[in-house]
């Protein structure tokens, strides 16, 4: 349903938090909205998106649904055709106490999750996004 070119990913090490730029093609007939990131088991929500919210098993794993959420600019629907930079931020402490990034000790890095995109109608869309990211120090 979509396409997705990275433009810039920074793994924010003192803010504990992936900061990544992206292009999105919306490739579907219908207008789509950004509303959770997944990468190594923890699910990054944008708690703005009810659809997002909605599709979260009330029983899922508390520890793996980090409180700070998704944070996406400009977090509003893509239009069916439209092209858009979008940034997006996965911050939680996990990304470190979980052992999950190995970004200091490798400086030719790569990441890798799941985009969730979801219609007008509430239904789910998934894409893949990956590519290099480089590890900052100073905010």
């Known amino acids: 349903a979509v396409d ?5 990913a920074n793994y ?9 730029t992206i292009e999105i093609t919306n490739k579907y007939t219908k207008p789509l909205q950004l509303g959770e990131f997944t990468s190594a088991s923890l699910r990054f929500i944008d708690h703005s998106v009810p659809a997002a919210n909605a599709h979260v098993d009330p ?10 959420g998704l944070q996406v ?27 999950l ?27 893949n996004v990956y590519g290099t990211i480089v590890p900052t120090f100073v905010r």
């Open 4 to 8: 997705i070119k990275v433009t810039k």
């Open 12 to 20: 924010d090490v003192p803010g504990r938090a992936m900061r990544i």
């Open 59 to 68: 029983t899922y794993p508390k520890e793996l649904l980090p409180k700070s």
């Open 73 to 99: 600019e400009p977090n509003t629907p893509l239009q069916p055709g439209e092209t858009r930079t979008v940034k997006f931020v996965a911050a939680d402490v996990a990304w470190e106490a979980e052992r």
């Open 101 to 127: 990034t190995s970004l200091m000790r490798d400086p030719d890095s790569s990441f890798g999750g799941l985009l969730f995109f979801y219609d007008s109608d509430g239904e789910r869309h998934i894409a």
